[in-house]
């Protein structure tokens, strides 16, 4: 199978502290995407990483695909009430046709 | 620009209604799919299309059409509807199949089947 699995399915932390969540998959796959959504809006997407061992940083935000191209995680760094809200890794099915989601990490930052 | 529009919004059905969800972009994106977002189980996709005039099918296509005569519009519908599909309906495109690509999606449409 292709899933994604997430962790930790939630996480409720204080303003200013450090985070990080996982995507894990029993497959390699070609690239991954991280979206963030928030209450009533559909996702928005953060970032698209496609090479191993590849890092991007998007302000206080760190993306890393792992070496084996089966994980990818997420890092915070000192998380606003801002940052809250479901995060989101999907990858392209094999043919590329299809974008298969984890079922997501939700994030709660208490100021 | 306008994006991925969906509409309804929200809309409350009886069992055994039909209806069609409304999802046009004004990006010229090739690919959109449908989704549908349940808690606790992400987002599941029901049908795809790839251009104007080719649709296949996701992980849940059953109770649903879609079709896509043009590139703006891809409209799904529900035949029969039933409790179960009710749901956070998410419509999103992308320009192409390559990996960089990610997905632009509505603002989805809450649907509740009575």
């Known amino acids: 199978t292709q899933l994604l699995e997430q962790s930790p399915q939630f996480l409720s932390i204080q303003e200013g502290e450090n985070l990080t969540v996982y995507c894990n998959s029993s497959?390699?796959?070609?690239?991954l995407q991280w979206y963030r959504q928030e209450p009533g809006e559909g996702p928005v997407l953060l970032v698209t990483v496609v090479t191993g061992g590849e890092v991007k940083k998007l302000k206080r935000l760190t993306f890393q695909f792992g070496d084996a191209r089966k994980d990818s995680s997420l890092h915070i760094t000192a998380a606003q009430p801002g940052d809250t809200g479901l995060y989101l890794c999907?990858?392209?099915?094999?043919?590329?046709?299809?974008?298969?989601f984890g079922a997501g990490t939700r994030l709660f930052v208490k100021a | 620009n306008a994006g991925v529009t969906q509409t309804p919004k929200f809309q409350v059905l009886k069992t055994g209604q039909s209806m069609t969800l409304q999802c046009a972009q004004d990006m010229n994106h090739e690919y959109m799919s449908w989704y549908r977002q349940d808690p606790g189980m992400g987002l599941r996709l029901i049908h795809y299309?790839?251009?104007?005039?080719?649709?296949d099918q996701g992980e849940v296509p059953n109770g649903y059409n879609v079709s896509r005569s043009t590139t703006e519009d891809f409209p799904l519908r529900l035949l029969s509807a039933a409790p179960s599909q009710t749901s956070v309906y998410f419509c999103?495109?992308?320009?192409?199949?390559?990996?960089?690509?990610?997905?632009?999606f509505g603002s989805g449409t809450r649907l509740t089947v009575v």
């Open positions: 999907a990858r392209g099915s094999t043919g590329g046709f299809k974008t298969i």
């Open positions: 999103a495109s992308r320009p192409g199949q390559g990996a960089g690509y990610g997905y632009t």
């Open positions: 497959s390699v796959f070609s690239s």
């Open positions: 299309s790839v251009g104007a005039g080719i649709t």
